[in-house]
């Protein structure tokens, strides 16, 4: 990520060096000519004068620039200030490679007979909730398989999922699986925002019967045609299709109310016993519960290869994504698209949406218990980055956008870039890139990442790198 900084940084700017040549507009000057502004710059600079070192080192910021006064000049990478903050909080966060008796995890069968049991009980008990087992009377029954959707490029088929049996609460499963293949193929499986209508314009998909968060005039939260499509440009389905992928979606307000009254409907009128304790089964778990459910009723179908399904969320679905990727290793590849808070992106970095914005804006994603920690972001005995690095050694992709300042996409790169360790344990990849990465330039190993221009959404560019990632993971060579 070099900014092509000379080798000699006297040579340039004839013979002056960038911190004699006046600070950039708008900044001030102090501290024998280096430039900052605020308390976090000047942690940063601290953090750079107390290295021990042999030569220069050159930090470019947004605005501006760093130098440790020490030796001769080199060339260094362009480091974006929060990522400094970042790394420095990074130093106090809590290992996951330590497990809960102070051991050091040093091999594969080290983590997962003892580490990641003891992590997915962690964040059961202090943060997700706790989730049942899979119901013994879960039906499914397909009402709808057409062979010639989206003008004969698919098959889509829709599934009614009874997950405590008949009659009961239900998830209707909307699948589109491409035409003319030779064999089972790869899938993306992830919940959607407006209901399985809103993915796609296509007059056939069942209307759902669940409330749904409009505005319209006189739609009184219930679907209705004029809403069919109203989510596309967040799916990209024919793209999806054409390169070889079936693409399964499910609607959030089937599974769990993501309004008042919460737990009311769908299904954790199921477990009641459950809402009754500190680690209740919350939305958040419920969302993730139910992907597994997905993929039960995915596994029985013979035109998709279970094996290779790759789970997909946006926003709070991101989060919800990691939470079943992290619990069901069955799913092959995870993508986070701006999950940030209780998604990806690092509490301990204190940037962004913070602890207590989650249980008081949102209290029914998250567990009773979690609501001790309002106020703790910065001391947490957990973190997100080991929720990532439950997800290994499977390909997990973060992504980020710039303007999405809630999600902290500093933090999320961060986040990713911190459960490496686990992934480099397990014999897997990690995440190729030191430093954040300049805008819409992604970076992709066993862990993936990009951070595009434009704000919280899921535009065409995501959806070209997570399918680009999924044929290197996926597809068989």
């Known amino acids: 990520m070099s900014q092509g900084l000379p080798d000699n940084p006297s040579a340039a700017n004839n013979g002056r060096p960038p911190w004699d040549r006046g600070a950039p507009p708008g900044r001030v000057v102090q501290d024998g000519g280096i430039?900052?502004?605020?308390?976090?710059?000047?942690?940063?600079?601290?953090?750079?004068?107390?290295?021990?070192?042999?030569?220069?080192?050159?930090?470019?910021?947004?605005?501006?620039?760093?130098?440790?006064?020490?030796?001769?000049?080199?060339?260094?990478?362009?480091?974006?200030?929060?990522?400094?903050?970042?790394?420095?909080?990074?130093?106090?966060?809590?290992?996951?490679?330590?497990a809960k008796d102070g051991t050091k995890i040093t091999t594969a069968r080290e983590w997962r007979e003892k580490r990641r049991p003891e992590l997915l009980e962690l964040f059961a008990r202090e943060m997700y909730g706790v989730s049942p087992p899979k119901p013994e009377k879960l039906t499914f029954e397909v009402f709808d398989r057409d062979t010639q959707a989206l003008n004969g490029k698919a098959t889509r088929i829709q599934t009614a999922i009874y997950p405590g049996g008949k009659p009961g609460p239900r998830i209707d499963l909307l699948v589109y699986v491409p035409n003319g293949a030779k064999a089972p193929v790869p899938a993306f499986l992830g919940l959607n925002f407006g209901g399985n209508h809103s993915v796609h314009a296509d007059p056939a998909i069942r209307l759902t019967e669940s409330w749904i968060d409009s505005r319209e005039p006189g739609s009184d939260h219930r679907a209705t045609d004029e809403m069919r499509g109203k989510g596309a440009k967040q799916w990209n389905v024919e793209e999806i299709i054409a390169r070889g992928y079936a693409l399964a979606t499910m609607y959030r307000e089937d599974v769990a109310p993501d309004h008042e009254p919460y737990f009311a409907t769908g299904i954790p009128p199921l477990y009641p016993d459950l809402q009754q304790r500190q680690d209740n089964f919350t939305t958040m778990a419920a969302w993730a519960w139910s992907l597994s459910r997905a993929l039960d009723v995915i596994e029985k179908e013979p035109s998709i290869d279970s094996k290779r399904v790759a789970l997909f969320g946006f926003s709070r679905l991101g989060k919800a994504a990691l939470w079943a990727g992290a619990n069901d290793e069955r799913f092959a590849l995870v993508i986070s698209n701006e999950s940030g808070a209780g998604g990806a992106k690092l509490f301990h970095r204190g940037v962004g949406e913070d602890i207590k914005r989650l249980n008081t804006v949102f209290p029914h994603w998250f567990a009773k218990s979690f609501r001790k920690y309002i106020g703790r972001d910065k001391d947490l005995p957990f973190d997100q980055h080991m929720i990532l690095s439950l997800i290994a050694p499977r390909p997990l992709y973060v992504a980020s956008a710039i303007d999405d300042k809630n999600s902290d996409p500093e933090g999320e790169f961060a986040g990713a870039k911190a459960a490496e360790p686990v992934y480099r344990l397990l014999g897997a990849e990690g995440l190729p890139s030191d430093t954040w990465p300049p805008l819409d330039t992604p970076v992709q190993g066993g862990i993936g990442y990009h951070v595009r221009t434009g704000k919280h959404d899921v535009l065409p560019f995501d959806w070209q790198q997570y399918l680009a990632f999924a044929d290197k993971h996926l597809k068989k060579r």
């Open 35 to 98: 430039p900052h502004e605020t308390l976090t710059e000047k942690i940063a600079i601290a953090m750079l004068q107390t290295l021990k070192c042999t030569s220069q080192l050159w930090t470019t910021l947004r605005a501006g620039w760093l130098r440790a006064p020490c030796g001769r000049a080199v060339r260094a990478a362009a480091i974006p200030l929060s990522l400094l903050t970042a790394t420095l909080h990074a130093a106090d966060l809590p290992d996951p490679l330590v």
